[in-house]
């Protein structure tokens, strides 16, 4: 791959080797959604989710504090917990009755005198607990990787963009209506590739969504100069600043009209004029490696790798807590409408994104480049955006920055000073370093 010039390997949609690195290099070290705070609001609450393919058990604590450990009994590995949600004392193992408190400690077993002194040390055998667990406003963040830099740094200058979803008014957010799962048989990075930039497909993908959704009226048109793709560490939002794209494609009335009355005034006064303009505007995100949502439409979701060739989607509804209940109901039907399992826009994404992925796969196929150059020379300085900035929506340039960064830690070798600063427009030169020889320089 090179994405200086604008072009990737179609290897890194199947290959066995590089997903086992990518889980190994990328999953095993990024900082991870795993949670939202309010779904685990008191002790005992907890839910369970997956680091990559380790599965594991996000529980709120005693003293408020929450703790992520491994799904699996240290005896022979089954899941402790094969539930989605709920609240608990302790984690009963199925197989041979292992417990564990809500801490992950090993409290003890069925028949415990089978053991002899000396079998086993219960202090030594819990549940293996991630290296660290953080929050940035409601969203909770594991890693398994004592090494990594702090969240907020993770995040860098990509706060400023993801601000204009968590924090645009007094209260917060939360994930409303429970979680919707799908499977689809396409690689995790097609779904946060088109989520971090891909704007471009949506007028075209989603034409008779839009149409059938807004008594036929076509995709709004994109304003090529006063719209931009930003991105940090891998992380992106592509934006427009018109203000009412997406609330528009949501097709729900009151809540275009609870936006420009109610929230958006609120908005502006809290993170300024410009990032209300850019929330309701087309616009979509990804934080890296594999979380995604639509600020207007207020879907938010993770893309759950399943081998290199399947993605387990996660899907919520993401709302202010403070927003009045009935606007709650009309943006839960609107994000059904469009973006649930049965959604305009949904299916569209899905049945792509799986014949991308197969037919990559194809022997001769493979060894062909994928074109990722589109706006290659549109970057600018920007006054007031942080990050790095491309003019024009319709623009490669946050999957090349997704890319870059997942590049950047496929190459670093397990240690986090390798990897290089991608956090903003202090960048500058070559947009990727030279990259020794070996599996990863596709
Ligand atoms: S595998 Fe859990 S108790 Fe045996
Ligand atoms: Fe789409």
């Not at 994405?3 to 991870?32: T, V």
């Not at 779904?39 to 529980?59: H, K, R, S, W």
């Not at 053991?115 to 398994?144: C, N, R």
């Not at 000073?417 to 370093?433: A, I, K, W």
Request: hydrophobic letters at 35%.
């Amino acid at each position: 791959m090179d994405l200086d010039e604008g072009w990737l390997s179609r290897r890194i949609f199947h290959d066995q080797d590089i997903y086992e690195a990518e889980m190994r290099n990328i999953f095993a070290r990024c900082w991870l959604f795993v949670a939202h705070e309010t779904q685990i609001p008191n002790p005992g609450d907890f839910l369970t989710t997956y680091m990559g393919e380790d599965a594991v058990i996000v529980c709120r604590q005693k003293d408020l504090s929450i703790k992520v450990f491994v799904n699996s009994c240290p005896h022979r590995g089954n899941k402790v917990c094969y539930a989605d949600a709920g609240n608990a004392r302790r984690f009963v193992c199925n197989y041979h009755g292992w417990g564990f408190d809500t801490a992950g400690k090993l409290q003890g077993m069925h028949e415990e005198y089978c053991y002899d002194p000396g079998d086993i040390d219960k202090s030594k055998w819990g549940l293996k607990e991630v290296a660290k667990v953080d929050s940035y406003k409601g969203l909770v963040f594991a890693t398994f990787d004592p090494a990594v830099p702090s969240l907020a740094d993770y995040l860098g200058d990509y706060r400023w963009y993801l601000d204009c979803i968590v924090d645009n008014d007094e209260g917060g957010t939360e994930l409303i209506g429970g979680c919707i799962k799908s499977i689809i048989p396409a690689n995790w990075k097609f779904g946060v590739e088109n989520f971090v930039g891909d704007a471009y497909h949506a007028g075209w993908t989603h034409d008779s969504g839009t149409r059938a959704m807004n008594d036929g009226n076509p995709f709004p048109p994109i304003d090529m100069v006063n719209s931009f793709h930003a991105s940090a560490n891998g992380h992106g939002h592509e934006f427009g600043l018109e203000g009412v794209g997406d609330i528009f494609l949501l097709g729900r009335p009151k809540v275009m009209e609870y936006y420009n009355s109610v929230l958006r005034p609120r908005m502006a006064k809290r993170l300024g004029e410009r990032r209300s303009m850019i929330f309701g505007s087309v616009a979509s995100a990804s934080i890296f490696p594999n979380v995604s949502y639509l600020p207007g439409i207020s879907t938010f979701r993770t893309w759950l790798p399943k081998g290199p060739m399947q993605l387990e989607l996660r899907t919520w509804v993401i709302v202010n807590r403070n927003m009045p209940d009935e606007i709650k109901e009309e943006i839960t039907t609107g994000v059904m409408q469009t973006f649930g399992p049965g959604g305009a826009f949904e299916m569209d994404d899905g049945e792509n994104w799986e014949n991308c992925t197969l037919s990559n796969r194809g022997v001769v196929t493979r060894e062909e480049k994928l074109h990722y150059r589109c706006g290659i020379g549109r970057k600018l300085d920007h006054p007031e955006f942080p990050g790095t900035i491309y003019r024009g929506q319709y623009n490669d340039a946050n999957q090349r920055g997704f890319y870059r960064r997942w590049q950047d830690l496929m190459n670093a070798g397990g240690a986090w000073s390798e990897v290089p600063d991608r956090n903003s427009n202090r960048l500058r030169g070559r947009e990727t370093r030279d990259l020794p020889g070996g599996l990863l320089n596709l």
